[in-house]
């Protein structure tokens, strides 16, 4: 994780583009980026969904989060796991398994 941390740092430094980078900035990418990669699936089934397309959008979401979470200096491993052991406890096993219900429905 840190080696393509690293590597999106210097794509970034490379071209001066930190300072346009602050968190709000990479926050909203992030939320447009995501918008694109739904668009790869919009009026489709999950199937005919352009495979390339679905990458492609999901690589830029994926990168700004990890740039977001760079300038926030967090430790994305341990804020993933954080958040499973949160979620753990709010939806045990016994009651969310194969339900979609959220944990104050369960």
Do not use: C
């Not at 999901?58 to 740039?67: F, K, N, S, T």
Request: proline share 4%.
């Amino acid at each position: 994780m840190d080696q393509l941390i690293q590597k999106l740092r210097e794509f970034r430094d490379e071209r001066n583009w930190q300072q346009f980078h602050n968190p709000k900035d990479l926050a909203v990418a992030l939320s447009i980026e995501a918008s694109e990669l739904l668009e790869a699936f919009l009026w489709k089934t999950p199937e005919a969904a352009d495979p390339e397309k679905v990458k492609e959008e999901l690589a830029d979401v994926l990168a700004y989060a990890l740039l977001l979470a760079d300038a926030y200096d967090f430790d994305v491993n341990a804020i993933v796991l954080e958040k499973i052991a949160r979620n753990a406890e709010k939806y045990p096993v016994d009651k969310a398994k194969g339900s979609a219900k959220k944990y104050t429905e369960l």
